[in-house]
């Protein structure tokens, strides 16, 4: 395939749709919307584009990453990246916890390093104003576009689209992200050292895969949003732990409805079937590169699934990271209690399950003539060795069946008047 390597990679099904190729070079790359495929860079034709593109490759963490120099201590530390502390706990902020995802602490947390001055500005996604089904990347300054980004986006993203914007200013922030967005800010800053002074703080979210937007308008189905009704608001997560699902939407006379509710377990189920292919054999999702990664405390869910106000799992990754946790919680800003270091495993089996599969679908991918991304660092074998047989032949076989159903051999072009 003779194209550019960002090209190249969303062609192979490498991308993640972190944006940060588009973020360090604006001129050059743009990230598009494909129904099916999420959002993705298109790089400009010409030498200017080509140049930009070999250039931006180096901050794909959808193409490689490098684990290597993460701290590691033990076991834990092999398995979900560094965790140098562990708490449970809850924003103070009534309304936060009540919107949050779970229990509001990365707001809390974003709030608080902004209140203290510790960063300028945040940088997260927000639903777009335009389109509720699609996320927007901003930056915030304040509680009140805080909390416009609060609760989970179950859609594309590309928080990373900010990371230019925050070099350029030359002043403290913070990057809310996935975890493969933060992997590539990590290495993003590794290659500019005025990046690396600007951004101050990473928060990172746990992450099972990111659907797309087919998935959302199914979703409007099971939600009964009528066929063609103007979206106003969709709500993935919030207003309790773990929350409903639900929409906003106007009639052709002008009138508001709220849609039906759906649990988050049956949204969830409905929306998963629509994630990337490259989500399916990501090697991080909670966050390995992050000061601070949070996630939902599963081992303790909600009795008989009924909503209740919500708690969060929060690990701190860094120095910096833990320096914060501990200031918030000190403050008030953040109700937590220490757990030990391994609640992770307990918290998340599923992603234990889903890290030990990687190496068995890359194997698939291999065998069917596919790229896999450059991983260094990652006991990825090891991890595969012990899933029980069952799991390990599913996982190899399982993936063949999905590389042949959905043709995972064609290459992903997002040029219109290609795939779009």
């Known amino acids: 395939m003779t194209t550019d390597p960002i090209t190249r990679a969303v062609a192979c099904n490498l991308c993640t749709g972190c944006g940060a190729c588009a973020g360090a070079f604006p001129e050059a790359i743009r ?103 699609e996320n927007v990347a901003v930056q915030s300054t304040n509680r009140a576009g805080l909390l416009r980004g609060s609760g989970s986006r179950y859609a594309q993203a590309s928080p990373c689209e900010a990371l230019g914007p925050i070099a350029e200013a030359g002043r403290s922030a913070a990057l809310i992200g996935k975890p493969c967005d933060i992997a590539s800010a990590a290495r993003a800053a590794a290659a500019d050292p005025q990046l690396a002074d600007s951004l101050a703080l990473t928060i990172g979210i746990f992450c099972a895969g990111a659907p797309n937007r087919s998935s959302s308008e199914t979703l409007l189905c099971q939600l009964g949003v009528p066929e063609g009704a103007q979206i106003t608001a969709l709500r993935y997560r919030g207003e309790g732990w773990p929350g409903t699902m639900q929409a906003r939407w106007i009639d052709a006379d002008g009138t508001a409805h709220d849609s039906e509710r759906v649990s988050y377990a049956t949204g969830w189920d409905l929306l998963q079937k629509g994630r990337q292919w490259r989500c399916r054999i990501c090697t991080d999702h909670t966050a390995a590169f992050a000061d601070i990664a949070v996630g939902d405390p599963w081992h303790a869910p909600p009795v008989n699934g009924a909503p209740e106000p919500g708690r969060s799992l929060i690990l701190a990754r860094t120095p910096r990271g833990r320096r914060l946790i501990e200031a918030a919680i000190a403050a008030g800003a953040l109700v937590a209690e220490p757990r030990a270091r391994d609640v992770v495993a307990r918290a998340q089996p599923n992603l234990a399950a889903t890290m030990g599969a990687v190496w068995g679908r890359r194997l698939a991918m291999r065998v069917a003539g596919l790229p896999v991304p450059k991983e260094k660092g990652l006991p990825l074998f090891r991890f595969w060795r012990h899933l029980p047989l069952r799991a390990q032949v599913q996982s190899v076989a399982g993936s063949l069946r999905r590389i042949l159903s959905q043709a995972l051999w064609r290459p992903i072009r997002m040029e219109p008047g290609h795939d779009v």
């Open 31 to 133: 990230m598009i919307e494909h129904p099916v495929h999420g959002r993705r860079p298109v790089v400009a034709s010409g030498p200017a584009g080509r140049a930009a593109a070999e250039a931006a490759i180096g901050l794909c963490a959808g193409a490689e990453t490098d684990h290597t120099a993460l701290p590691r201590r033990d076991a834990v530390d092999e398995m979900w990246g560094p965790v140098l502390a562990a708490w449970e706990g809850w924003a103070a902020d009534p309304e936060i916890r009540y919107r949050g995802s779970s229990g509001g602490a990365v707001t809390a947390l974003a709030l608080f390093a902004l209140e203290t001055g510790a960063v300028d500005s945040v940088a997260h996604i927000a639903a777009s104003e335009a389109d509720p089904l």
